[in-house]
């Protein structure tokens, strides 16, 4: 079974310990990464903005990147999700909308190929921390990953899960949204930091990095003290916790 990791752009450039800690958590699990170099971005700023051209120019990147991969999984809801929409960049293609719908059925976000196809709940983690949860919305709303973060979390000992007020309003963030709408976006972080103030959390964590950069971001500029993370960080330092 050959697994791929999909960094993305974020991942890659600012957040590699991301894709470290799910490297280690799945090989914990007999699961070794395969990582394509000639890997890039899945092309989502191009296509939201319109330019379906450019976006199949990267889109064709990644399908060759992965084409020999059984499964791929991803730190992104956003960019996994963005996969999804390949089939459509290529309805007119028939050979790359074939290649397309075969990426679309084995990607997979990391808490999905947990979950759903290692059949994991539970890491054998520890985090003794009270802990809040934003779920990103091409995650929840477009993969439609909601039970999976949540089980994993409730399965770390120690692990206090407090409920995020107004969860599923959007950071604002939104790729290119937070460019072309940045008043707009700026008001909506500072919303979702009052609510993660409000849940009195130790720590934030999430799906995707982009919406979880913007909130720290937020957070740093009010001077919250919340510590933001990936669920992939939180449950391999959970790990390592209990080991020692």
Avoid at 40 to 47: D, H, I
Avoid at 63 to 86: K, N, Q, R, W
Avoid at 146 to 173: I, Q, S, T, W, Y
Wanted: glycine share 8%; hydrophobic share 40%.
């Amino acid at each position: 079974m050959k697994v791929s990791l999909f960094i993305t752009c974020l991942g890659d450039a600012l957040y590699p310990r991301v894709g470290e800690a799910m490297a280690r958590l799945l090989a914990r699990n007999g699961v070794v990464l395969d990582f394509p170099r000639v890997q890039t971005c899945c092309g989502q700023p191009a296509f939201n903005s319109g330019y379906w051209k450019e976006a199949r120019t990267t889109a064709r990147t990644i399908l060759e990147a992965f084409e020999d991969s059984d499964f791929v999984i991803s730190p992104s809801g956003s960019c996994t999700g963005m996969i999804h929409h390949y089939p459509k960049l290529f309805e007119n293609e028939p050979v790359w909308l074939e290649k397309a719908e075969n990426l679309q059925r084995k990607s997979y976000e990391f808490t999905q190929f947990l979950v759903q196809v290692m059949g994991i709940t539970d890491v054998g983690a520890s985090f003794p921390f009270k802990v809040t949860y934003h779920p990103s919305c091409h995650g929840s709303r477009l993969l439609g990953v909601r039970e999976e973060p949540l089980e994993l979390m409730r399965n770390v000992k120690g692990l206090e899960l407090v409920p995020l007020p107004f969860a599923e309003d959007c950071c604002g963030f939104g790729g290119t949204f937070a460019v072309k709408m940045a008043d707009i976006s700026g008001a909506m972080v500072t919303e979702k930091t009052d609510h993660v103030l409000e849940s009195e959390a130790e720590v934030l964590v999430g799906l995707d990095m982009a919406c979880l950069m913007n909130i720290a971001g937020n957070l740093r500029y009010r001077g919250g003290a919340v510590r933001v993370i990936h669920l992939a960080e939180l449950l391999e330092e959970g790990v390592s916790r209990h080991d020692r």
